[in-house]
């Protein structure tokens, strides 16, 4: 089992360009999870999926869009690319929904950089 | 609203000391709380969780619901804990499916 994967491991954007980032997990996992990670901020919830066919948003979902391919594929997309989108972004997959526990399975992460 | 406090940004210990990360969190329901450890550059992982009460890498955390903690210790540091250490709080019983983070306590075991 590859766990969860993620594509690319880094990427420089410029301002206004746009790009997917690219989350695929082999567990048989019903929910999917993206993150940002900030120095002194931990982690964000940008957006979920609780099962195939749903999204929802997190704390920080604006100029992030998603998509829930199928069950094991989650993309993050930003459309517009702003230097405040300059993070580590993390796709991370649960067993649960609800009454099942919800420990988190990580991806290695994606370092965005946008000038 | 689900809460996730973690006071400490950085902490340092000298190896052999105890240690101890502390987490508080606000949630009016049946939380289910985790410890979350990244080491250098690698991916976040589960360190334990809190309805397993089990041990890990000499790592204990106890659930306080009074004072709602999820303290996270070790009564002997080593070199090898020096790590970013993620409290995280997650809701049971519900159709509430996230799991909220707390910012992370930097830990640097000193040799």
């Known amino acids: 089992n590859a766990g969860v994967t993620q594509t690319p491991k880094f990427q420089v954007l410029k301002t206004g360009q746009s790009m997917t980032l690219q989350c695929a997990q082999d567990m048989n996992h019903n929910s999917m999870y993206w993150y940002r990670q900030d120095p002194g901020m931990g982690l964000r919830l940008i957006y979920y999926s609780a099962s195939e066919g749903t999204t929802d948003k997190g704390e920080v979902p604006n100029g992030y869009n998603v998509s829930r391919l199928n069950k094991r594929e989650f993309s993050l997309r930003l459309e517009s690319a702003a230097p405040s989108q300059t993070s580590v972004y993390f796709c991370?997959?649960?067993?649960?929904?609800?009454?099942?526990?919800?420990?988190?399975?990580f991806g290695p992460g994606t370092r965005l950089t946008v000038t | 609203a689900q809460r996730v406090t973690q006071p400490e940004k950085l902490l340092s210990v000298f190896k052999g000391a105890p240690v101890e990360l502390k987490c508080n969190y606000s949630y009016s329901g049946s939380p289910e709380l985790f410890w979350y450890v990244q080491y250098s550059r690698q991916r976040l992982q589960l360190l334990l969780r809190?309805?397993s009460r089990e041990s890990i890498k000499g790592f204990t955390a106890d659930l306080n619901k009074g004072e709602t903690s999820f303290h996270l210790k070790k009564p002997f540091a080593q070199e090898e804990d020096s790590a970013m250490y993620y409290c995280?709080?997650?809701?049971?019983?519900?159709?509430?499916?996230?799991?909220?983070f707390g910012p992370g306590t930097s830990l640097s075991v000193i040799p």
């Open positions: 991370a997959s649960s067993e649960a929904p609800a009454g099942v526990s919800n420990e988190q399975y």
């Open positions: 995280a709080l997650s809701g049971v019983g519900t159709s509430y499916d996230k799991v909220i």
């Open positions: 809190h309805i």
